[in-house]
Protein backbone atom coordinates (compact mmCIF):
# COMPACT_ATOMS: atom_id res chain seq x y z
CA UNK A 1 0.00 0.00 0.00
CA UNK A 2 1.29 3.51 -1.11
CA UNK A 3 1.36 6.38 1.56
CA UNK A 4 0.04 9.77 0.49
CA UNK A 5 3.76 10.94 0.27
CA UNK A 6 5.23 8.28 -2.24
CA UNK A 7 1.76 9.23 -4.20
CA UNK A 8 2.15 12.73 -4.21
CA UNK A 9 5.57 12.17 -6.15
CA UNK A 10 4.35 9.62 -8.60
CA UNK A 11 4.84 10.42 -11.68
CA UNK A 12 1.97 11.20 -14.83
CA UNK A 13 2.98 8.76 -17.85
CA UNK A 14 2.50 12.05 -20.08
CA UNK A 15 5.74 13.58 -17.38
CA UNK A 16 7.30 10.33 -17.86
CA UNK A 17 7.12 10.23 -21.67
CA UNK A 18 8.72 13.53 -21.03
CA UNK A 19 11.94 12.72 -18.88
CA UNK A 20 12.40 9.46 -21.48
CA UNK A 21 12.57 11.93 -24.59
CA UNK A 22 15.00 13.99 -22.45
CA UNK A 23 17.26 10.98 -21.46
CA UNK A 24 17.25 10.00 -25.30
CA UNK A 25 17.97 13.47 -26.54
CA UNK A 26 21.09 13.75 -23.51
CA UNK A 27 21.98 10.13 -24.16
CA UNK A 28 22.24 10.59 -28.24
CA UNK A 29 24.23 14.27 -27.65
CA UNK A 30 26.49 12.28 -25.84
CA UNK A 31 26.75 9.77 -28.32
CA UNK A 32 26.96 12.11 -30.86
CA UNK A 33 30.05 13.77 -28.91
CA UNK A 34 31.83 10.68 -28.66
CA UNK A 35 31.77 9.37 -32.33
CA UNK A 36 32.59 12.77 -33.22
CA UNK A 37 35.78 12.75 -30.98
CA UNK A 38 36.72 8.77 -32.18
CA UNK A 39 35.89 7.46 -28.57
CA UNK A 40 34.34 4.04 -28.33
CA UNK A 41 34.79 2.87 -24.95
CA UNK A 42 31.78 4.68 -24.20
CA UNK A 43 30.60 1.74 -21.72
CA UNK A 44 33.22 3.35 -19.12
CA UNK A 45 31.29 6.48 -19.29
CA UNK A 46 27.99 5.27 -18.75
CA UNK A 47 29.14 2.75 -15.68
CA UNK A 48 30.45 6.34 -13.84
CA UNK A 49 26.77 7.33 -14.63
CA UNK A 50 24.46 4.61 -13.45
CA UNK A 51 26.36 4.88 -10.22
CA UNK A 52 26.94 8.76 -9.34
CA UNK A 53 23.63 9.40 -11.33
CA UNK A 54 21.43 6.48 -10.42
CA UNK A 55 22.99 5.93 -6.36
CA UNK A 56 24.31 8.80 -5.59
CA UNK A 57 21.46 10.71 -6.94
CA UNK A 58 24.09 13.25 -8.88
CA UNK A 59 25.15 14.60 -5.50
CA UNK A 60 28.31 17.22 -6.34
CA UNK A 61 29.05 16.48 -2.62
CA UNK A 62 29.48 12.54 -3.75
CA UNK A 63 31.63 13.96 -7.71
CA UNK A 64 35.20 13.72 -6.49
CA UNK A 65 35.17 10.42 -4.49
CA UNK A 66 32.72 8.91 -7.49
CA UNK A 67 35.39 10.41 -10.15
CA UNK A 68 38.37 9.34 -8.28
CA UNK A 69 37.08 5.83 -7.65
CA UNK A 70 36.02 5.01 -11.12
CA UNK A 71 39.60 6.24 -12.08
CA UNK A 72 41.23 3.71 -9.76
CA UNK A 73 38.84 1.06 -10.51
CA UNK A 74 39.52 2.17 -14.39
CA UNK A 75 43.31 2.02 -13.42
CA UNK A 76 43.33 -1.61 -11.69
CA UNK A 77 41.92 -3.53 -14.48
CA UNK A 78 44.87 -1.83 -16.51
CA UNK A 79 47.05 -2.94 -14.47
CA UNK A 80 45.57 -6.48 -14.45
CA UNK A 81 46.11 -6.74 -18.52
CA UNK A 82 49.46 -5.12 -18.12
CA UNK A 83 51.44 -6.63 -15.06
CA UNK A 84 51.53 -10.10 -16.61
CA UNK A 85 53.12 -8.36 -19.93
CA UNK A 86 55.59 -6.26 -17.79
CA UNK A 87 56.36 -8.92 -15.32
CA UNK A 88 55.58 -11.77 -16.38
CA UNK A 89 53.71 -14.62 -14.04
CA UNK A 90 54.72 -12.51 -10.93
CA UNK A 91 52.85 -9.60 -12.72
CA UNK A 92 49.12 -11.30 -11.30
CA UNK A 93 50.78 -11.73 -7.47
CA UNK A 94 51.64 -7.95 -7.74
CA UNK A 95 48.33 -7.64 -8.95
CA UNK A 96 46.53 -9.68 -6.53
CA UNK A 97 48.27 -8.30 -3.86
CA UNK A 98 47.29 -4.46 -5.00
CA UNK A 99 43.60 -5.96 -4.49
CA UNK A 100 44.06 -7.16 -1.21
CA UNK A 101 45.29 -3.67 -0.05
CA UNK A 102 42.27 -2.34 -1.95
CA UNK A 103 39.89 -4.52 -0.55
CA UNK A 104 41.59 -3.88 3.33
CA UNK A 105 41.70 -0.06 2.55
CA UNK A 106 37.38 -0.77 1.24
CA UNK A 107 36.61 -2.54 4.65
CA UNK A 108 38.62 0.00 7.05
CA UNK A 109 36.86 2.79 5.27
CA UNK A 110 40.32 4.30 4.81
CA UNK A 111 41.09 6.67 1.53
CA UNK A 112 37.45 6.48 1.27
CA UNK A 113 37.88 9.01 -1.32
CA UNK A 114 39.71 6.76 -3.41
CA UNK A 115 38.88 3.23 -2.36
CA UNK A 116 35.21 3.20 -2.56
CA UNK A 117 32.03 1.35 -4.29
CA UNK A 118 32.58 2.83 -7.53
CA UNK A 119 36.31 1.73 -7.29
CA UNK A 120 35.28 -2.15 -6.27
CA UNK A 121 32.83 -1.63 -9.40
CA UNK A 122 35.08 -0.19 -11.78
CA UNK A 123 37.56 -3.09 -10.76
CA UNK A 124 34.79 -5.82 -11.34
CA UNK A 125 33.90 -4.91 -14.46
CA UNK A 126 37.43 -4.14 -15.68
CA UNK A 127 38.32 -7.34 -14.80
CA UNK A 128 35.94 -9.55 -16.53
CA UNK A 129 37.60 -11.58 -19.35
CA UNK A 130 35.69 -10.01 -22.36
CA UNK A 131 36.46 -6.57 -21.21
CA UNK A 132 40.21 -7.53 -20.98
CA UNK A 133 40.75 -8.94 -24.13
CA UNK A 134 39.06 -6.58 -26.52
CA UNK A 135 39.26 -2.80 -23.96
CA UNK A 136 41.62 -0.21 -25.28
CA UNK A 137 42.12 1.16 -21.97
CA UNK A 138 43.16 4.51 -23.02
CA UNK A 139 40.23 4.80 -24.45
CA UNK A 140 38.10 4.18 -22.22
CA UNK A 141 39.85 6.64 -19.64
CA UNK A 142 38.96 9.54 -22.22
CA UNK A 143 35.56 7.97 -22.41
CA UNK A 144 35.45 8.44 -18.77
CA UNK A 145 36.78 11.74 -18.33
CA UNK A 146 34.67 13.14 -20.85
CA UNK A 147 31.84 11.20 -19.65
CA UNK A 148 32.36 12.79 -16.50
CA UNK A 149 32.63 16.66 -17.71
CA UNK A 150 30.18 16.20 -20.23
CA UNK A 151 27.13 14.73 -17.38
CA UNK A 152 28.84 16.86 -14.52
CA UNK A 153 28.28 20.01 -16.92
CA UNK A 154 24.61 18.86 -17.60
CA UNK A 155 23.76 18.53 -14.12
CA UNK A 156 25.45 21.27 -12.78
CA UNK A 157 23.34 23.53 -15.46
CA UNK A 158 20.07 21.91 -15.35
CA UNK A 159 20.28 22.51 -11.02
CA UNK A 160 21.17 26.20 -12.01
CA UNK A 161 18.65 26.32 -14.45
CA UNK A 162 15.93 24.71 -11.86
CA UNK A 163 16.72 27.62 -9.29
CA UNK A 164 16.81 30.72 -11.91
CA UNK A 165 12.89 29.26 -11.74
CA UNK A 166 12.23 28.89 -8.51
CA UNK A 167 10.27 31.87 -7.01
CA UNK A 168 12.25 34.27 -4.71
CA UNK A 169 11.45 33.27 -1.12
Known sequence: MQNDSS?????TPGK?????????VVIG???ALTHTLAI????AAFLFLLYWAGIEHASFEKLLPCVVGATLGLLMGFLLKMLPAWLGD??????????LVLVYLQ????????????????????????IQSGVDFADAAVALAVGIVFFAALVWAGTAWQQRRQPAV
Open 7 to 11: ASTTM
Open 16 to 24: GLLVLGAIV
Open 29 to 31: SFL
Open 40 to 43: HNVW
Open 90 to 99: SGIIVFLAAV
Open 107 to 130: VMNWLATAVNMVTMLFLTVTTIPA
